[in-house]
């Protein structure tokens, strides 16, 4: 019991003593040129350089119930039924539009097969509207994020864009007559034309997705713009072949506000 | 010491993901790529001259820009899930913060983000894996690299506080990837050049589609 007793209060010695030298090494007391001296070199170790920016506080995407992704086609591929080589094909997708810009196509969805191969399900610019279908991942291009949202109103004959879902543009709209409607439906914009020579379609024009499903023998398809005009007393009605056109002045303000691959609901 | 891209891309995968592209194996390993990233062209020569920091802050941005639309595009694709979900969202979230604090300190000097297509990494866990491990990797070399050429101190200050959280970023990715998080006693630095070889041959960085056109509308009218 005595010899346990001595042990205890030697152990106790020796770590009071390493604990008295470790404080001593860290507050510079064990320095041999004397308190002062360490104390003065203490006191000229600089402060850290502040930092040239401010890294703000790192922020989750948020709502991403108005974000829409869309890509272009690489190369040309087809689009089948399912995510499946083996699968009944669709459409083919070329990589040039008519207008000769790139194909885009809408991303609604993905998939990887047994392989671990990735495929895309994309909205397709083809007959009957609203058709998607399943290509490569290998196919198509980068994928871009937009967040606006074009609604066409059939009958009140509107226009209306909206960002994260906030309404941003309104204007009135011609739309198809009975006989050459415009279609219903989820499209997107396809492409934008500008600086063309051509009064009837005014200073610029969106390509959409969709297309006329009574003029399937108009020339490059029978794809639905939404475009200027040079009649703009015709506006609002149903006057058109069922493009959808807007004033001069309010197809330049969308122009200013809406991106390509942006997607169009026509009701 | 010889920077060789295989130290630092784990597994091979951005080496698979530029032979996914129809790039070699060689080419990948030592060749140079026809048409290397624009992006990493920086500011232009006068620029650079009168303040070097600019060019080192526009690589360290294109970097971020890198990591934070790969993340970015990985949480929206929701194939990647649970742990890794985690992990994409917290490093998406701190890689874009990044990108607003270069933005915001380069103001108009500041490039503009360049277009990425991932290939289908960010679409599957384990290319997202393997990609980031190599993406953090790839970042916290660099930042390594260019440290040293910095002349302002605050900018220095700024770029060691960002570079200790790129090799966390990496620890972590490695460890969700089964590989171990700390190997080396000494880590080596990368090069500007090397990195826009390895980034260039992966062709993560492509053009912009062109989406404009100036021919006549043939639109139903």
């Known amino acids: 019991m005595r010899r346990k007793t001595r042990a205890a209060a030697a152990l106790g010695l020796v770590a009071a003593c390493a604990v008295a030298g470790l404080g001593s090494l860290l507050l510079g007391g064990g320095d041999r040129d004397g308190d002062g001296q360490a104390a003065a070199r203490r006191a000229v170790l600089p402060a850290p350089p502040r930092l040239a920016l401010d890294v703000p506080t790192p922020k989750g995407l948020g709502n991403a119930r108005h974000v829409a992704v869309w890509t272009s086609v690489l190369r040309p591929a087809t689009a089948r039924a399912h995510p499946q080589s083996s699968a009944r094909r669709r459409a083919r997708l070329s990589r040039r539009t008519p207008e000769g810009t790139a194909n885009v196509v809408l991303v609604t969805g993905r998939e990887s097969d047994a392989r671990g191969r990735v495929w895309v399900r994309v ?118 072949h069922g493009c959808i056109r807007m004033r001069n002045a309010d197809i330049l303000r969308l122009d200013r506000l809406v991106t390509v691959g942006t997607p169009v609901t026509i009701r | 010491m010889d920077f060789l891209l295989d130290d630092l891309d784990i597994d091979g995968a951005l080496r698979e993901a530029g032979e996914h592209a129809g790039i070699s194996r060689a080419t990948f390993l030592g060749g140079t790529v026809a048409g290397a990233v624009a992006a990493f062209a920086i500011a232009p020569p006068a620029e650079a001259a009168r303040n070097p920091d600019i060019a080192v802050l526009n690589f360290a941005l294109v970097l971020e820009y890198l990591q934070s639309s790969f993340y970015t595009e990985a949480e929206r694709s929701k194939a990647v899930r649970g742990k890794a979900e985690d992990a994409a969202k917290r490093l998406g979230s701190v890689e874009r913060a990044h990108v607003t604090a270069f933005k915001d300190l380069l103001g108009k000097k500041a490039i503009k983000r360049p277009a990425f297509n991932f290939r289908g990494t960010t679409e599957a866990e384990r290319p997202f894996l393997k990609t980031a491990v190599a993406l953090e990797d790839l970042a916290v070399a660099a930042y390594k690299g260019q440290a040293p050429r910095l002349r302002d101190k605050t900018v220095l200050a700024a770029a060691v506080a960002i570079h200790s959280v790129e090799a966390r970023h990496a620890a972590w990715m490695r460890f969700l990837f089964g590989v171990q998080p700390a190997v080396n006693a000494f880590d080596d630095a990368v090069s500007k050049p090397e990195v826009r070889r390895v980034v260039g041959a992966t062709r993560f960085v492509v053009a912009r589609p062109r989406t404009s056109s100036r021919r006549r509308p043939r639109f139903t009218g």
């Open chain 1, 123 to 240: 909205r397709l610019p083809v007959l009957p509207n609203g058709t998607t279908g399943w290509v490569p991942r290998r196919t198509l291009g980068a994928y871009q994020a937009v967040r606006t949202h074009l609604v066409v109103d059939r009958r009140r004959l509107t226009a209306t864009l909206l960002r994260d879902g906030r309404r941003i543009f309104r204007a009135g709209v011609g739309i198809g007559r009975a006989r050459w409607p415009t279609p219903r439906g989820r499209f997107y914009i396809r492409n934008r034309l500008t600086r063309y020579r051509s009064a009837t379609y005014g200073p610029l024009a969106f390509g959409t997705s969709a297309r006329s499903a009574t003029l399937t023998d108009w020339p490059a398809g029978g794809f639905v713009g939404i475009h200027g005009t040079d009649q703009p007393g015709l506006l609002p009605g149903r006057v058109s």
